[in-house]
């Protein structure tokens, strides 16, 4: 069963640092891309930031870019997001989500897994 495991979250001061992962089980991650998402309480959840199956193409949110680092190792099956220069705006639940595409007549099936999350907390 295809399964995402977000870990690495937890309370840092105000200009911290903190690298999250997300750990798959029952499949090869290295097939698909991985974003990171957040949700702060009250608000939406909002995307953070993606990674190509490769590694060689990444993208990130305004909020966070420059500030954050996305990457991957294949081999541990394993995304992380380096989280830099910490701020309160950052607090929320951080998640990785996979997308599985699969070919169906009449038109591909999506499916879209995410991990339980993992709580980022930043005190000032």
């Known amino acids: 069963q295809l399964q995402l495991v977000e870990s690495g979250g937890g309370l840092v001061q105000r200009g911290g640092s903190l690298r999250l992962s997300c750990a798959a089980s029952g499949f090869t991650l290295d097939d698909y891309a991985i974003a990171w998402f957040r949700q702060a309480p009250g608000k939406e959840r909002e995307g953070v930031s993606c990674?190509?199956?490769?590694?060689?193409?990444?993208n990130y949110a305004d909020a966070v870019k420059g500030r954050f680092t996305i990457s991957r190792d294949n081999a541990k099956n394993t995304v992380y997001l380096q989280m830099n220069s910490l701020e309160r705006e950052d607090t929320a639940v951080y998640y990785c989500?996979?997308?599985?595409?699969?070919?169906?007549?009449?038109?591909?099936?999506?499916?879209?897994?995410w991990g339980q999350g993992t709580q980022v907390t930043v005190s000032s």
């Open positions: 990674i190509s199956p490769s590694g060689d193409t990444t």
């Open positions: 989500k996979v997308r599985v595409v699969v070919s169906s007549t009449p038109l591909p099936t999506v499916y879209d897994y």
